[in-house]
C-alpha cells in the first residue's frame, strides 16, 4: 500500500505562526497580510484533496497528520509566496508554471508530489506559480546561496492562524507529528491537535 508523509518545503520551516484572536477575521481561517483564507475556502480544499487522496488510492490515515492540517499550511504557503513574489516583481508564465507541476520530486510521480504537498492536483495553478516563483526568487537571490535571504524573505510575512486550528508545533517529532497543536483553553501547548482532524 502507498504511503506518503508530507514533504516540507525550503520556506515552510522558516514560517512563524501566531494565534488570531481578532474578532475582524471572524470566519477566517487564516490572515496573511492582506489576505483572508476562509474556513469555506478551507474546508473545500480540504474535501477537494481528500477525493484527489481517494483517486489515487490513498486515504487521510496514510499522511500521518490531518488532511486539513497539510491543506492549510499550503493555503498559507501559497498566500505568503504570492506576497513576497510581488514585493520582488517576480512574474511567472503559463509555461513555468506547467513545468512546475510536472515536477515528480521525491515520489517519481507528479500527482503523488503534488499530494505530498496538500494539493489536489485538479487544482494545482496557484501552488504551481509559486512553487515556479520562489525557484526564479531564489535564482534572483544568488542560486542556492540565496537560500538563506530567501527563508528570510519568507519569514517576514507573519500570517495569522485561527485558534480553532492551533498554533504551529514548535517541535514536531514522530509521536507529535501535526503542524499544529492545540493551545489549550488556557495558552498551554498540548498534542491533541495533533491527532485530531
Known sequence: MKSIRVAAAVATAAMALTACSSPTHAGAAAVVGSQRISTSELNKDTQDYLAALKKANLDESQ????????????LVNVAVSDQILERNHVQVTEGEIDAALKDPGQFQSPEINLLSQGVAPDDARAYGRAIAGLTKLQQQFGGEAGSQRLAQ???????VINPRYGVQNP?????????FVDAGRFGKLTAQAATQG
Open 63 to 74: 499522511l500521518g497528520i490531518p488532511a486539513t492540517q497539510i491543506v492549510l499550511q499550503r
Open 153 to 159: 524573505e519568507f519569514s517576514s510575512v507573519k500570517p
Open 171 to 179: 517541535q514536531r517529532s514522530q509521536e507529535n507529528p501535526g503542524i
